[in-house]
């Protein structure tokens, strides 16, 4: 059976590295599911959850990224997040706490920088909050 080979990558470390039968990831313009031997893409991806299933047990891996950039090569895909973290270390309280903070802070903003940065971490919190629900339901 063909596989591809997946790195998710952070700024801080490598989350995952390893073989696999299937990644989905929500896509700048939807979700994406990318097979081995995918057509070349390169696209920038939103806050949400990226599942793999490896190769190597069929068991899905789960990543919250809270956006950044996506490259498929016919054999290898490469997720280039800002932020990743492993589902297994995602704490739905910080994260809850997290988005009322960024609402705190839409309410106050006082510039127009100040607002789009609220409501990007508000979209990451929600986002991440999101995440954690699909992963409980599994």
Do not use: C, W, Y
């Not at 809270?66 to 490469?78: D, H, K, R, S, Y």
């Not at 839409?106 to 609220?118: E, G």
């Amino acid at each position: 059976m063909a596989t591809l080979h997946v790195d998710v990558v952070s700024a801080e470390e490598n989350i995952f590295s390893g073989e696999a039968k299937f990644v989905a990831l929500p896509g700048e313009s939807g979700e994406l599911g990318i097979l081995p031997r995918h057509t070349p893409l390169i696209t920038r991806i939103r806050p949400g959850a990226v599942r793999i299933t490896r190769a190597d047990n069929d068991e899905e891996e789960f990543v919250f990224v809270a956006g950044g950039i996506l490259e498929v090569q016919p054999g290898v895909v490469t997720v280039l997040a800002d932020t990743a973290i492993r589902g297994k270390d995602l704490d739905e309280a910080k994260a809850s706490e997290a988005k009322k903070l960024a609402e705190e802070a839409m309410r106050n903003a006082k510039s127009d920088i100040d607002l789009a940065a609220a409501t990007s971490e508000f979209a990451a919190m929600a986002a991440q909050l999101a995440a954690i629900q699909k992963l409980r339901k599994k």
